[in-house]
């Protein structure tokens, strides 16, 4: 399954750029990762018109066959075994690639969650943008060696630690 990440944003930002290589060229050729970046749209006093403008570049994006997934912290706070039946889900209904999305600074358009098939939340915690493209592309990663087979993901506990 292909996996593209849409990205509004300036770049150029070297740890999180050789983290994502890092992770990205680890994948294996059945899970393809590419990413775009979207220019950001200036501010000019009016977050909602920022957010509409980024959302509209974000859908037109997004092709026939294609799953949107949001990356937003009012999303979903999956484990990575139940991120990977999110890839077994999108593979039985012969989905072309999944697309995540990782909005501008003020966040997504309400439009872009409307549309998405899953919001992904890493934690409720609003992150470094950049943070979040290196915790995604890691992620794929851990989700191929459940997928594909290699010694990466060792599993997650079945309940959480205990509170100090």
């Known amino acids: 399954m292909k996996s593209h990440l849409l990205r509004v944003g300036k770049g150029r930002n070297d740890w999180a750029d050789a983290a994502t290589q890092d992770f990205a060229r680890r994948l294996p050729r059945q899970m ?3 990413e775009a970046l979207l220019r950001p749209e200036p501010f000019r006093g009016d977050i909602d018109a920022v957010k509409k403008a980024e959302g509209a570049r974000i ?3 997004i092709k026939e066959g294609d799953r949107l997934i949001a990356l937003d912290e009012r999303g979903e706070l999956p484990t990575t075994e139940a991120f990977n039946l999110w890839f077994d889900e999108a593979a039985r209904t012969s989905t072309r690639r ?7 600074p003020y966040g997504h358009d309400p439009a872009v969650r409307a549309r998405a098939w899953k919001v992904l939340a890493f934690s409720r915690m609003v992150v470094n943008h950049e943070l979040a493209r290196v915790l995604l592309v890691e992620q794929l990663y851990r989700v191929s060696s459940l997928r594909f087979g290699g010694g990466y993901h060792h599993g997650g506990a079945e309940e959480p630690p205990p509170r100090a």
């Open 32 to 34: 393809e990762f590419t």
């Open 59 to 61: 859908l037109a994006e």
């Open 98 to 104: 999944l697309v995540f999305a990782i909005g501008g």
